[in-house]
């Protein structure tokens, strides 16, 4: 039997005493390579193909070949879904309700407030925040199951104000066909009964060109309408769906495996944070867990915790693979100044801070999808009941972006009304841009606003 310490291969990168730019640091920090195979694409491109023009058909033949599961229209009858939230454990329950009303608070709360500014005498304009018509939601339903992921997506959606919500989960051989029953019961007490057996790039298609309605031997099938913004994570298959679909419809990302990050000094327990690489390690083989310090003798301590942690969780080969893997280790810095230069390039998705006075290091933190202040706020709390949203920014592209919040489904509407008296006060600048833009006709259109009619135009 392979021993803890040989199964584990947690390994090291030694930064201190060395003067390193942003483009050195991204380099070097613990990453997989991009995961976008023109295999994988080529494959999703056939599914794209498929799904447009095989419609109902197309998706039933994927159900079969992926999902093991024969179906005839992918829509959860109503009955199924009030059923699974009778039928879903009370703890289950009581934890999804308590999960729905905190992220209800912080949600509702990051609506924008539309704004109207008077640049001028009888001149305005205003910003008005208008929701998407229809959003599709995706939960994934591979090595675990993400009843959580339904209310980080429909929470946003509903404070936004959008008035269609459909979901989209995999079809479980074990569940009649149907997605998970606690992925059910968590849409039945969000209020969400269109929901569909669907998983994969599929179901990312179906959203994005929607389903026309059909005719079989049994009669009619019902139609799947277009969204107009997909969102929802999910494996490789799934982001390389959004990417290929993104212009069609809005996407929140194209998500990677799932990361932590945590920045820590001596001050930290070791015990704390090896239990916290090893949550997210458990995810998948893929995902990555790092730790950031300038204390050998906390990478030492924590690699000793991890061993020992690792061999009695219950997903120990998967949690080995990935903390064993590229994409996860220790990186040694000379002090905290110099970590937070390293998380900022790493730009985790999850980033924890465990050092001495960790509130106001957070502070000086740039780069994160979420920030989880010292030992009584882990990455576990945020993805399930913080009230904050654990559909967050991978692969280091919260260097840029933002988690899935009330704004991924609004669009901001600029709305413009002066009146002949304002228009007049700058038209000649108008005037003189649209010239120096060799684009008269510009100004034109303005000038004969103010030119003397020669007819009356009103009837």
């Known amino acids: 039997m392979t021993s803890p310490a040989s199964a584990l291969d947690f390994r090291t990168i030694d930064l201190r005493g060395r003067s390193l730019g942003l483009a050195e640091l991204r380099a070097l920090v613990p990453r997989l390579e991009a995961e976008q195979g023109a295999a994988v694409e080529d494959a999703v491109r056939g599914i794209i193909a498929d799904v447009r023009s095989g419609g109902f058909a197309a998706l039933?033949?994927?159900?079969?070949?992926?999902?093991?599961?024969?179906?005839?229209?992918p829509r959860v009858p109503a009955e199924?879904?009030?059923?699974?939230?009778?039928?879903?454990?009370?703890?289950?329950?009581?934890?999804?309700?308590?999960?729905?009303?905190?992220?209800?608070?912080?949600?509702?709360?990051?609506?924008?407030?539309?704004?109207?500014v008077r640049p001028g005498d009888g001149a305005t304009v205003t910003q008005r925040w208008v929701p998407v018509r229809r959003v599709g939601l995706y939960v994934p339903g591979g090595l675990a199951v993400y009843p959580s992921s339904v209310i980080m997506n429909v929470i946003p959606a509903q404070a936004a104000g959008v008035g269609s919500i459909a979901l989209a989960s995999p079809?479980?051989?074990?569940?009649?066909?149907?997605?998970?029953?606690?992925?059910?019961?968590?849409?039945?007490?969000?209020?969400?009964?269109?929901?569909?057996?669907?998983?994969?790039?599929?179901?990312?298609?179906?959203?994005?060109?929607?389903?026309?309605?059909?005719?079989?031997?049994?009669?009619?099938?019902?139609?799947?309408?277009?969204?107009?913004?997909?969102?929802g994570p999910g494996n490789i298959f799934v982001a390389t769906a959004k990417r290929l679909v993104k212009g069609i419809v809005g996407i929140d990302a194209e998500a990677g495996p799932t990361e932590i990050a945590i920045l820590a000094d001596c001050t930290a327990r070791p015990e704390l944070v090896a239990a916290d690489l090893i949550s997210q390690a458990e995810h998948d083989t893929r995902a990555g867990s790092v730790l950031v310090t300038d204390s050998p003798a906390l990478v030492e301590a924590v690699r000793a915790q991890l061993a020992e942690q690792a061999e009695v969780t219950k997903h120990r080969e998967r949690v080995l693979t990935a903390l064993s893997g590229r994409q996860s280790g220790a990186v040694l810095v000379d002090d905290v100044d110099a970590g937070i230069a390293v998380c900022d390039a790493y730009a985790a998705e999850h980033l924890e801070i465990m050092t001495a006075d960790a509130a106001e290091v957070a502070t000086r933190i740039r780069n994160a999808g979420a920030i989880f202040v010292g030992d009584y706020s882990p990455v576990s709390l945020g993805d399930y009941t913080a009230g904050s949203n654990h559909v967050l920014p991978t692969s280091g592209t919260a260097a840029f972006s933002s988690g899935l919040n009330v704004a991924t489904f609004l669009k901001a509407v600029q709305i413009v009304d002066y009146s002949e008296a304002a228009l007049d006060a700058v038209a000649r600048h108008i005037r003189s841009l649209s010239d120096a833009e060799d684009l008269p006709g510009h100004g034109d259109a303005v000038a004969r606003r103010f030119e003397e009619r020669e007819f009356d135009p009103r009837p």
């Open 60 to 73: 039933s033949m994927f159900a079969e070949k992926f999902d093991g599961v024969a179906q005839r229209h």
């Open 171 to 231: 079809p479980q051989r074990d569940n009649g066909g149907l997605p998970h029953p606690t992925i059910l019961a968590a849409a039945a007490l969000l209020g969400i009964d269109e929901v569909y057996a669907i998983g994969g790039a599929q179901a990312v298609v179906a959203f994005a060109y929607g389903i026309p309605s059909a005719e079989d031997a049994e009669g009619l099938l019902p139609s799947i309408e277009p969204a107009d913004v997909v969102t």
């Open 80 to 116: 199924a879904i009030v059923q699974a939230l009778e039928s879903v454990d009370p703890s289950v329950r009581a934890a999804l309700e308590e999960s729905i009303r905190r992220a209800r608070l912080f949600a509702e709360a990051q609506r924008p407030a539309d704004v109207t």
